[in-house]
C-alpha cells in the first residue's frame, strides 16, 4: 500500500511538473507570437550637409574631424578680405546715395516754396518730385546691397546649425570651398532616434505611446523608449509609371508572399550611460502592447537622452 502511494505521489508531482512547464511554454510561446518585435533595427539620427554660403579660400579649419559641436560653434573661416572689401564699397555707395537723396529732396522743397510764384512751372516741380522718388529707389538700393556685404561677410564664418558630431572632414586651410558644396558632415545628436523594420502582419499590435525595449547589438544594457510614429507608406517595388503614365505592374506573383517591412520610429526615453550611440548601429526592438500609453501626449524626449553620442553614418 505504502508502494502504491509513493508511486501515486511520483506521479502526481511528475505531472504537476509537466503541467508547469506546459503552461510556462504556453506563455513564453504566446509572448513571443504576440508581442511585436524585429531585429532588423537601426539606430538613426539626421545627418546635416556643412556647405559654406559663400566661396573663397579657407583661411581656417577650427574643428577636427569626430568632434563634438555645439549650435552655433564656428566650424570653418573663408578668408574675408574681399569682403571686407566689399562692405567698404557698399559703404562708401550708401553714403553717395544718402548725400545724393538729402539735395533731391531739397530741390524740391525749394521748387514746392516757389510753386505760386511766375519762375517755377508744374513740370519742374514734377521733376523734382520725381528727382526725390529716383533718388529714394538708389537710396533703397544701396541699402539692400550693404546689407548683402555684411551677410556675406558674416557668412565667411561657417557656424554649425545643429548640436552635433563633425563626421568625414577633409578639409584643409588653403583649400577653395564653393557656394553651397558640402565640405564636411554633421550628425544631429539631438535627433538620434531608433527606427525597427516591423513585418506588416505585425503592425495591428503597434500603437504609437507604446513602451519599447531596445538591444544593441554588442551591447549588454537595454534601452527603453516609446513608439513615436508609424511610417504611412513604402515604395511598392512591383508598380511603374508606363510611357502612357498608366500604372505597369509586374505580372509575377512568388508562391512564398514575404511580409514587407514598415519603418516604426522610436523615440528614446532611457539610455544607460556610457552607451555610445553610434548611427548605423543594429538593434533589436520590441514593442510591449498597452503599455506606455501615457506617452502619446509626451513630446520626444530627444533632451533626455544622456547617452554619450559618437559620430558615424545614418543606418538604413
Known amino acids: 500500500m505504502t508502494a502504491r502511494l509513493s508511486r501515486l505521489l511520483k506521479s502526481a508531482f511528475t505531472l504537476t511538473l509537466f503541467a508547469i512547464a506546459l503552461a510556462v511554454g504556453w506563455n513564453l510561446w504566446q509572448g513571443y507570437m504576440e508581442t511585436p518585435w524585429t531585429r532588423d533595427g537601426h539606430v538613426r539620427a539626421d545627418v546635416v550637409s556643412i556647405a559654406p554660403d559663400i566661396s573663397g579660400p579657407v583661411a581656417e579649419v577650427l574643428v577636427s574631424d569626430n568632434q563634438t559641436v555645439a549650435k552655433d560653434q564656428v566650424l570653418v573661416r573663408i578668408d574675408p578680405e574681399r569682403f571686407q572689401i566689399a562692405l567698404a564699397l557698399a559703404d562708401a555707395s550708401l553714403k553717395d546715395k544718402a548725400a545724393a537723396l538729402t539735395q533731391a529732396r531739397r530741390e524740391a522743397e525749394r521748387y514746392h516754396r516757389l510753386e505760386n510764384g511766375p519762375a517755377v512751372s508744374q513740370q519742374n516741380i514734377e521733376q523734382a518730385d520725381l528727382a526725390v522718388e529716383q533718388a529714394s529707389a538708389a537710396y533703397d538700393e544701396a541699402t539692400a546691397n550693404r546689407d548683402l556685404a555684411a551677410l556675406n ?145 509626451r513630446p520626444a524626449a530627444s533632451n533626455e537622452v544622456a547617452a554619450e553620442p559618437l559620430a558615424g553614418e545614418s543606418g538604413s
Open 153 to 297: 561677410l558674416e557668412r565667411t564664418s561657417v557656424r554649425a546649425p545643429a548640436n552635433g558630431v563633425i563626421s568625414n572632414l577633409a578639409l584643409n586651410p588653403g583649400d577653395y570651398v564653393a557656394s553651397g558644396s558640402g565640405v564636411m558632415a554633421l550628425i544631429d545628436t539631438d535627433t538620434l532616434r531608433v527606427e525597427g523594420y516591423f513585418e506588416e502582419n505585425q503592425l495591428p499590435r503597434i500603437a504609437v505611446g507604446d513602451a519599447v525595449t531596445v538591444d544593441l547589438m554588442g551591447h549588454g544594457q537595454t534601452l527603453r523608449g516609446h513608439v513615436e510614429s508609424i511610417a504611412a507608406g513604402i515604395e511598392d517595388r512591383e508598380r511603374t509609371d508606363g510611357s502612357n503614365l498608366l500604372a505597369n505592374v509586374t505580372p509575377t506573383f512568388s508562391w512564398v508572399r514575404l511580409a514587407q517591412r514598415v519603418p516604426v520610429r522610436i523615440a528614446l526615453d532611457e539610455v544607460p550611460a556610457g552607451t555610445r550611440l553610434v548611427a548605423g548601429l543594429t538593434a533589436t526592438v520590441t514593442v510591449h502592447p498597452g503599455k506606455g500609453q501615457a506617452r502619446i501626449d
